[in-house]
């Protein structure tokens, strides 16, 4: 089992910066891949990065040039730095981790992001 903690969410004007932080804690040790996703009002949930084994790393299109995950395994956590903030990002951000070898997957209790014009 593993559990996961989002921090970091708030309100912040278009253009701002907000850094979200997932703190894991449980088999931490199986984790596999990570990352985060997010699901604005009305759509579906969506990758925003993912941090896979041997820091293959991957973004969806909307963030690439703006947003860096990042991972500690010592802390147990992962990060996502979030800069330019457009409203279009205004969303419920959710931790996601998967473990090995069963690649079953966790979620947090997600952290809203809400970015103003």
């Known amino acids: 089992q593993v559990q996961l903690v989002e921090s970091g969410g708030g309100l912040v004007q278009a253009g701002g910066s907000l850094r979200l932080s997932c703190t894991a804690s449980?088999?931490?040790?199986?984790?596999?891949?990570s990352g985060w996703y997010r699901q604005a009002p009305g759509k579906q949930r969506e990758m925003v990065a993912i941090l896979r084994p041997g820091t293959n790393i991957k973004y969806a299109d909307s963030v690439k040039g703006r947003f860096t995950i990042s991972r500690n395994n010592a802390k147990d956590t992962v990060d996502l730095q979030m800069n330019s903030l457009q409203t279009e990002d205004t969303a419920v951000y959710y931790c996601?981790?998967?473990?090995?070898?069963?690649?079953?997957?966790?979620w947090g209790q997600g952290t809203q992001v809400t970015v103003s014009a």
């Open positions: 996601y981790a998967s473990t090995l070898p069963s690649a079953r997957a966790y």
């Open positions: 449980g088999n931490t040790a199986r984790i596999g891949t």
